[in-house]
Antibody, heavy 122, light 110 residues
Framework: EVQLLESGGGLGQPGGSLRLSCAASGFTFNNYAMSWVRQAPGKGLEWVSAIGGSGIKTYYTDSVKGRFTISRDDSKNTLYLQMNSLRAEDTAVYYC???????????????WGQGTLVTVSS | QSALTQPASVSGSPGQSITISCTGTSSDIGGYNYVSWYQQHPGKAPKLILYDVNKWPSGVSNRFSGSKSGNTASLTISGLQAEDEADYYCSSYTSSSPVVFGGGTKLTVL
């Protein structure tokens, strides 16, 4: 059974930093692309970032480019999201997600963590 | 990276069928057969219910079906049940980013 367990959420200061982690189990982690998706309170889903199975290719939504960094440690089956220069609009539940990939791109997200809440406020 | 367009809400009675549309562009839905749909109950993580436009993940009811025409994808739920009341999101691969989501549709079972 696939399990994705996020941690690291909490209260962050505007302009500050937080680091999210996602411990994965139940599948061969290094074979899969992974992603972070967030959901602001009462709002819809927003894709944030993705990383290829090799860890070489990374992707970001425009609003977090230059502020957030996605990475992975395949030896620890763990995905990370380093969040710098935090803004109030980054407040959301952050989900770790396992991506189904095809020959030309991402086909969907077949597993989700339970989410970790990030609140940016002074 | 504009979001896909979904109706804000739909409703139906038990046993009926409803359809949720998801409109994009030739750079996302119209250009790839990588459309997926997610169901999200309040306070829960999303759940994949369709991928590759019309494929079911293991364990998902065949009351959920998907289709695509041009730049618009559709999710149809047949034999509506009370447990289907949830938020539904479409998603697509795009030429500029791996994933874009729709704004979400709230389904109310009357």
């Amino acid at each position: 059974e696939v399990q994705l367990l996020e941690s690291g959420g909490g209260l962050g200061q505007p302009g500050g930093s937080l680091r999210l982690s996602c411990a994965a189990s139940g599948f061969t982690f290094n074979n899969y692309a992974m992603s972070w998706v967030r959901q602001a309170p009462g709002k819809g889903l927003e894709w944030v970032s993705a990383i290829g199975g090799s860890g070489i290719k990374t992707y970001y939504t425009d609003s977090v480019k230059g502020r957030f960094t996605i990475s992975r440690d395949d030896s620890k089956n763990t995905l990370y999201l380093q969040m710098n220069s935090l803004r109030a609009e980054d407040t959301a539940v952050y989900y770790c997600a396992k991506v189904i990939t095809g020959a030309t791109g991402a086909r969907g997200i077949d597993s989700w963590g339970q989410g970790t809440l990030v609140t940016v406020s002074s | 990276q504009s979001a896909l367009t979904q109706p804000a809400s739909v409703s139906g009675s038990p046993g009926q069928s409803i359809t949720i549309s998801c409109t994009g562009t030739s750079s996302d839905i119209g250009g790839y057969n990588y459309v997926s749909w997610y169901q999200q109950h309040p306070g829960k993580a999303p759940k994949l219910i369709l991928y590759d436009v019309n494929k079911w993940p293991s364990g998902v009811s065949n009351r959920f079906s998907g289709s695509k025409s041009g730049n618009t994808a559709s999710l149809t739920i047949s034999g509506l049940q009370a447990e289907d009341e949830a938020d539904y999101y479409c998603s697509s691969y795009t030429s500029s980013s791996p994933v874009v989501f729709g704004g979400g549709t709230k389904l109310t079972v009357l």
